[in-house]
């Protein structure tokens, strides 16, 4: 059960959202982008990495989309990835980068 929550941070609050399933997922790459509006970064603890997630300069090393609306990064994983690489279902992401071409 580790994995089926995801806990979310931002300056002044946070919450614990379940990912189990893909309308979880959906619903955390959405709730994600809402508070990047809000707040202007965010940290995200998902599977076990703490993702620092805020707007950048660049695109994503994974699936080549602009990161202004937020770009994702952990200790290990310095290339930044979109919110949809990051923490999508598989099927979000594809859809991102048909948006994209
Ligand atoms: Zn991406």
Redesign the pocket.
Known sequence: MLNSVTHVRFAGGGMVLPVGDPYGRQFLVEHIGGCLRKNGGLEVEFRDERWRVRPIDGY?A????PLRAGGCSTHRNREP??I??AFGTVSQ?AR?RRLQS
């Open positions: 994503c994974r699936c080549g989309a990835w979109c949809y690489c992401g991102q």
